[in-house]
């Protein structure tokens, strides 16, 4: 039904910077929000940054004032730029989006495939 197709990923020296990408396709009436999670090994998925239509994004402490996300909302498309990165931001990072199929339908969650982000020290 939904796709999310993320890119940018890589490896990265720290201070760096990275632009991952995450395009939506398939069956889309409206996305109310897009955001990015990210997991590093043997921890849990955390939140990174979300950003909606009609408020301001949000960020984790640990990323503020480093991470910047902004949404196409014409190309069904979320962006996060990642400056001064730190060997801590080592993870997969995964794109999530809430979106309803059909008018007046229900909200569902869709995940991309998660692109892998390596920062050497």
């Known amino acids: 039904q939904v796709q999310l197709v993320e890119s940018g990923g890589g490896l990265v020296q720290a201070g760096g910077s990275l632009r991952l990408s995450c395009a939506a396709s398939?069956?889309?009436?409206?996305?109310?929000?897009m955001a990015w999670y990210r997991q590093a090994p043997g921890k849990q998925r955390d939140l990174v940054a979300t950003?909606?239509?009609?408020?301001?994004?949000s960020y984790s402490d640990s990323v503020k004032d480093r991470f910047i996300i902004t949404r196409d909302s014409a190309k069904n498309t979320v962006y996060l730029q990642m400056n001064s990165l730190k060997p801590e931001d080592t993870a997969v990072y995964y794109c999530?989006?809430?979106?309803?199929?059909?008018?007046?339908?229900?909200?569902?969650?869709?995940w991309g495939q998660g692109t892998q982000v390596i920062v050497s020290s």
């Open positions: 398939g069956t889309i009436f409206d996305i109310a929000a």
């Open positions: 950003i909606t239509g009609g408020s301001s994004p």
């Open positions: 999530n989006a809430i979106v309803t199929i059909t008018k007046g339908g229900l909200l569902f969650p869709f």
